[in-house]
């Protein structure tokens, strides 16, 4: 695997990553890689934070899993790579972005222009067998990314959380609001999207007035 971390991040996370746990999930995660299909590829594990250097962190949504379809997986929440078809989730944020701010629907489903803008796009878990959803759940990710949440709640001011569905808002627990925007809805997978709190959210417009109030420039969603 080649794996490579900002160092931005790098310098905040070391001492994480030289902690027991951090150990056992690399080295889970080697034997995994070696034996098995494992999305995203091992050089874009850590995408959502070599896009998103630590200083430049606006806004952070928080996602789940990878996605665990041939080719999907780009290492960023709720992103795909160009070319790939749009999974539903992804449909209906792009539906509410054009709900709650006139703008079309883009050709592509990749966020990378979000990432480079500081729209830190975290999954909770980084990796995921092929095919396989959850299957790298409970084996160290978790922990990390709590930390990463809790290391920009703590050292930075005026982001923006956005969490979506239970999952999200529940890891979402120790950001602290006083300094934060922390915007919660309900998922928006046609599960839960359908059945309301999710479109009409306007959490897309809501992040660019509370970014312009604090004199940050906002996000060209």
């Not at 759940?137 to 990314?145: A, L, M, V």
């Amino acid at each position: 695997m080649n794996v490579t971390i900002a160092e931005s991040w790098q310098s905040r996370l070391q001492p994480e990553f030289n902690k027991p746990y951090f150990v056992q999930l690399a080295e889970f995660l080697r034997h995994e890689y070696s034996t098995q299909r494992i999305y995203p590829p091992g050089k874009l594990i850590f995408n959502a934070f070599n896009s998103c250097p630590f200083e430049e962190a606006r806004v952070v949504i928080l996602g789940q899993d990878p996605y665990h379809g041939e080719g999907q997986a780009n290492g960023l929440a709720f992103s795909v790579a160009d070319g790939i078809a749009k999974p539903p989730s992804l449909i209906n944020i792009f539906k509410e972005i054009q709900d709650d701010l006139g703008k079309p629907v883009p050709k592509s489903g990749n966020l990378e222009r979000w990432a480079n803008q500081g729209v830190m796009l975290l999954n909770s878990t980084l990796t995921v067998r092929a095919g396989q959803a959850g299957s790298h759940q409970g084996k160290g990710w978790e922990t990390f990314t709590d930390t990463v949440i809790k290391l920009i709640s703590d050292e930075k001011e005026h982001v923006v959380f956005m969490l979506w569905g239970a999952y999200a808002q529940k890891k979402g627990a120790v950001i602290d609001s006083k300094k934060h925007l922390v915007l919660k809805a309900k998922h928006p997978s046609p599960m839960a999207a359908n059945y309301g709190g999710w479109f009409g959210c306007k959490h897309f417009s809501q992040a660019n007035d509370y970014l312009t109030g604090k004199g940050l420039p906002p996000i060209e969603w």
